[in-house]
């Protein structure tokens, strides 16, 4: 069995700056104002409206922008992520993907929680299910000729998986003011967090008034912080 770290990866391009995204929203949102005339080629026009909108909450405007984002996560937290209902998903395949083939390695790979810390009791009793896990689904693939969308029922919430996330600036933020505060799940946090912060280092504005308490206040590995 192979264990992967959880990670994100933007996959849109990002202007330099951050520029054009911002001054596609502002082409759109001036229609409504009829206030194209403002529009300087700095984008600090831009960046002015969006700012504005986003203070007086007209976020519709956001919607006219896209972001797409390849998770690397267990199956709990991708089943967490499809809740967001405005957004588009694509998820690696517990039915399609055989897990047995070469391609694999012919082996699982499965997400350590980061609050099970190596060589505690905690950890044998996770990478006992995940080997046992993987053993049985090998031979029910292998030997017993199961599909492996049949043999997929004895595989556990942290297998691992991919998920790209698209969603518009207006779904992001909802997704942001959800998924960061220390009430979302410490394996959430831990890709959300840098990942808002990222994207605010990168789009101007849009995602500025979103506050996240990471990585200083961070309660992800308290569990392992009072031992
Ligand atoms: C800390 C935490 C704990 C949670 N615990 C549980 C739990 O125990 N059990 C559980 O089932 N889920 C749980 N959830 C998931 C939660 O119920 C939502 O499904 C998830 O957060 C998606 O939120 P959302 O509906 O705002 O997002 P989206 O589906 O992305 O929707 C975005 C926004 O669009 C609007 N919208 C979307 N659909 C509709 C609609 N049909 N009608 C009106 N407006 C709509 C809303 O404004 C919504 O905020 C939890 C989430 C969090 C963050």
């Given at each position: 069995m192979k264990i992967v770290e959880p990670k994100y990866e933007i996959l849109t391009d990002i202007s330099e700056g951050g520029i054009k995204e911002l001054q596609q929203i502002e082409r759109v949102a001036r229609v409504c104002y009829k206030?194209?005339?403002?529009?300087?080629?700095?984008g600090e026009s831009a960046k002015k409206l969006v700012g504005f909108l986003v203070k007086q909450g007209?976020?519709?405007?956001?919607?006219?922008s896209q972001l797409s984002v390849l998770f690397t996560c267990d199956r709990a937290i991708a089943n967490e992520l499809v809740r967001h209902r405005i957004a588009s998903f694509a998820q690696e395949s517990t039915r399609y993907c055989?897990?047995?083939?070469e391609k694999f390695g012919g082996e699982l790979s499965f997400v350590k929680p980061s609050y099970i810390s190596d060589g505690t009791r905690e950890y044998y009793a996770w990478e006992t299910v995940c080997v046992d896990a993987e053993a049985a689904y090998l031979c029910m693939v292998s030997?017993?000729?199961?599909r492996p969308e049949q043999a997929?029922?004895?595989?556990?919430?942290c297998l691992k998986t991919e998920i790209v996330v698209t969603a518009n600036y207006r779904e992001w933020r909802n997704i942001f003011k959800l998924r960061t505060?220390?009430?979302?799940h410490p394996q959430m946090r831990e890709l959300m967090c840098p990942l808002l912060l990222e994207v605010q280092k990168k789009i101007p504005?849009?995602?500025?008034?979103i506050y996240t308490f990471w990585p200083a206040d961070?309660?992800?590995?308290k569990g392992s912080m009072v031992k």
């Open positions: 206030s194209e005339d403002k529009i300087t080629p700095d007209h976020e519709a405007m956001l919607e006219h055989n897990y047995s083939k030997d017993l000729k199961l997929r029922c004895v595989l556990p919430l505060p220390v009430a979302a504005v849009v995602f500025d008034d961070d309660q992800t590995r």
